[in-house]
């Protein structure tokens, strides 16, 4: 741009307005402290401070985890990848849990209990019977107190009445699961009593696994003072979710916190919460006091679930099976922050003497030490909401001294399976590794999408089964734009001197346009996933349709630009299976990847090579067309299957290439070569029917129409025959039979007079015998 002169600085530019921009979404998302979606407005601008309840690391993980965590993750990259923010992403791991410490020990007690006993003795069977009593006494005192004494009756009772079973079950979730430990014990130490000497000592401590652990615990619980056997626990478990995360295309957290590695925090921000008057020690444990806190100062009691305040049972349950038993509670509301250990329990020093850190406390202790006195998103399942995250909020704005620690409160629904809760008790216990036996990782985190994440959600197979035609869709119309888009690219350019956008590529950008618009409405309505995908849809579906109308004026350029923008929407969803971004440059100088174009090219040139030779061979040995084109089909149906290329003829002559992985065009040919199977198998089944009716067909004519009335079973009720047809004339008494039923006698003798001629030609052929 040149600079003004004295000639032309009078000379100014017109005025310039500011566009009138189309309002636009803002993004909005369910708070559970509101139970409404509200405006997201985070604290800094662009940054974005985010903590999510971790596992408690104690046994594997399931599909409910997998509901939790692949949501909150496909939440976690919308927000970062699409709307933009910087996200620090903080997870727990809950390695200091009373369910950690009985399972350790009870591991613990029968790995040692099941390596003494080499031999079934007496004495063994004894204390198998002993652990039996203890634990029917105990999980059946309060549904029928006789049960332990007369098993065999109560048993048989159960497994043949299946509505009281029903009943049962309904009033006690668990009684499934207690029923079956303990009807595999009382086996084993029936049969073991009738053969001790050839039973197995292994196989007998396994049948009776969960009734022994529970008398071992109780025994010598005391005795585990090595604290090896709680953290190797929590290791290894910690070790399998993440696998499992992994595999599931979940991202690691920025910051990932263990509660083993706080303890210090953790006494330090109890002293606190009791310094500042809402906590108190009792017998070396140090309890919330909720209500020197509720409505005090601003505060709030119960803020996400207030109908649950006062619910001891949920309490109780959160207290953890060790902690209830602790004593010293001015209120059963009081939940604790230190509880005092007892021997076979894991202690840490504090001043109010050896204990461990409470359950609640845990998480309200690491999300502050890492964000701070306030934060932006906390997360976690719905089945935490009462009591864990209420606590977390109450001890933390206790801690705080402020009456908002959290500002935005996601929770995910819960997972069902077939309609029914899961538990293992109920024998639809899911993990994460079995569902991958059955399902790839992209086809769950489809399911996910297709239901909404703060909503209850219901896994079955039929489900599943609509997430897999999603998959397929998307496949489709990928292999497909690819396939045009290569083809494009090595296609010599030859300008026909007109342009190729034309009302369909106008109306095909405008479609694109407001399904654009649709799936940004849908995540700015609290990240509503089931619409943007059933917008996503309609767009590959839309761009099919112009696919189809273009024909050989297709554009590929707006092919190329929808294809992109779906690509990159399934991206940020999560769907390409990458977990993590790469770090620095994707290759040397911004070029390739450094990848050697000879080991690429090499499988497709020893095809083409071998291909090549075989023609050559065929031509020089006069072959038929026939062979060369068996040859041409063997290239694309097996050769280039092996390398993941599809080959799809079309009218013109010329072959679409798609790039297709190799397994999935092994999937496609193999259903192809089944369906062709069962065609046939149908085929020569419909024949062996239609043969299988004439022959019945022809049996039925075996006998004469002149002797088929006197022959048959109801020959009695007449009483004389026409000589020349043999049909009936008068009944048994002599009277002569009604015309009607003359008239219907004469149809049936027309009807065998037919088969028994066509039952006599086949013989004359010599077709049956």
């Known amino acids: 741009m040149s600079a003004p002169t004295a000639t032309t600085s009078s000379r100014k530019q017109p005025p310039w307005r500011v566009p009138e921009g189309k309002p636009v979404p803002k993004l909005k998302l369910y708070n559970s402290m509101t139970r409404s979606k509200t405006e997201f407005v985070p604290m800094d601008g662009n940054q974005v401070t985010w903590y999510a309840c971790g596992p408690t690391v104690y046994d594997s993980t399931h599909i409910g985890h997998a509901r939790n965590y692949v949501s909150l993750d496909i939440l976690h990259r919308v927000i970062e990848d699409y709307f933009g923010y910087n996200v620090l992403f903080v997870e727990n791991i809950t390695d200091i849990d009373d369910k950690i410490i009985k399972r350790a020990r009870q591991n613990h007690l029968f790995n040692n209990f099941k390596a003494s006993t080499t031999a079934v003795t007496p004495e063994s069977i004894a204390k198998a019977e002993a652990a039996w009593k203890l634990y029917a006494e105990s999980e059946f005192k309060a549904i029928d107190a006789t049960a332990a004494d007369q098993w065999v009756a109560f048993s048989e009772k159960i497994n043949k009445d299946d509505s009281h079973r029903a009943t049962l079950t309904a009033a006690h979730p668990k009684f499934p699961m ?17 053969s001790s000497s050839t039973t197995d000592a292994a196989a007998f401590c396994d049948a009776n696994k969960t009734t022994l652990s529970n008398l071992l615990d109780k025994e010598l619980s005391h005795t585990v003072s090595d604290p090896k056997v709680f953290r190797d626990l929590a290791a290894y ?44 020690e009792a017998e070396g444990s140090v309890y919330f006091d909720t209500a020197a806190f509720d409505g005090k100062d601003g505060h709030h009691y119960a803020k996400l679930a ?128 079995q569902a991958l036996e059955k399902y790839t990782p992209r086809q769950l985190r489809l399911f996910f999408l297709l239901h909404q994440w703060d909503t209850g959600v219901d896994f079955r197979d039929t489900s599943m089964g609509e997430a897999i035609g999603v998959e397929t869709t998307f496949n489709n119309f990928f292999a497909n734009s690819k396939a045009m888009i290569a083809e494009a690219k090595h296609t010599a350019l030859d300008s026909t001197g007109s342009h190729n956008f034309r009302r369909l590529e106008l109306d095909m950008i405008s479609a694109l346009k407001e399904k654009q618009n649709a799936v940004h409405a849908a995540l700015c309505d609290s990240i509503n996933t089931p619409n943007a995908m059933s917008e996503l849809l309609a767009l590959v579906s839309r761009t099919n349709v112009y696919i189809k109308d273009a024909g050989k004026n297709l554009n590929v350029e707006v092919v190329n630009k929808v294809a992109q923008y779906v690509s990159k929407m399934l991206r940020t969803f999560g769907l390409d299976g990458v977990v993590s971004d790469s770090i620095g440059f994707s290759g040397a100088e911004g070029g390739a990847a450094g990848v050697s174009v000879e080991d690429v090219a090499m499988p497709y040139l020893q095809v083409l090579s071998t291909f090549r030779d075989t023609i050559r061979s065929y031509a020089r040995e006069g072959r038929s067309t026939q062979e060369m084109l068996a040859l041409s089909d063997k290239l694309r149906d097996e050769d280039l299957e092996r390398l993941g290329v599809s080959l799809d003829d079309r009218e013109d002559g010329k072959a679409l290439i798609k790039f297709i ?100 030609a086949e013989k004359a052929k010599g077709t049956i015998a």
């Open 178 to 194: 207690h029923f079956s430990a303990l009807q595999e014990a009382f086996d084993s130490i029936e049969q073991a009593k009738k």
């Open 661 to 760: 992985p190799a397994e999935e065009l092994a999937a496609q040919r193999q259903a192809k070569i089944q369906q062709a199977a069962e065609k046939v198998a149908r085929k020569e089944e419909a024949a062996r029917a239609k043969e299988a009716a004439r022959l019945a067909k022809l049996e039925k004519g075996k006998v004469s129409h002149l002797e088929m009335f006197r022959q048959s079973a109801s020959a009695a009720e007449y009483g004389s025959f026409e000589d020349e047809t043999g049909i009936p004339l008068t009944d048994k008494e002599g009277q002569e039979l009604p015309k009607s039923r003359k008239k219907k006698l004469a149809k049936e003798w027309e009807v065998q007079k037919k088969l028994h001629e066509d039952y006599l």
């Open 306 to 433: 207030p109908w649950s305040k006062g619910d001891a049972t949920l309490m109780e349950e959160s207290e953890g099976s060790l902690g209830i038993k602790l004593s010293g509670k001015k209120s059963s509301m009081d939940f604790a922050l230190w509880k005092a250990s007892k021997s076979g329990e894991p202690a840490w020093d504090s001043p109010w003497g050896p204990g461990r850190p409470g359950w609640h406390i845990e998480c309200s202790v690491m999300a502050s030490e890492v964000l701070g006195s306030n934060m932006d998103i906390h997360s976690g399942g719905i089945d935490l909401a009462f009591p864990h995250h209420d606590n977390e909020l109450a001890q933390s704005e206790a801690y705080h001294k402020c009456d908002q620690w959290v500002n935005y409160f996601t929770h995910c629904g819960h997972l069902h399976v077939e309609g029914q809760k899961m538990s293992k008790s109920l024998k639809n216990f899911i993990s994460v590794q």
């Open 237 to 280: 478990w910690e070790g399998e979710f993440f696998k499992d995360m992994d595999r599931l295309g979940v991202r690691r957290p920025d910051v990932l916190t263990r509660v083993s590695e706080y303890v210090p925090e953790i006494v330090t921000f109890v002293e606190k919460i009791i310094s500042n008057g809402y906590a108190y």
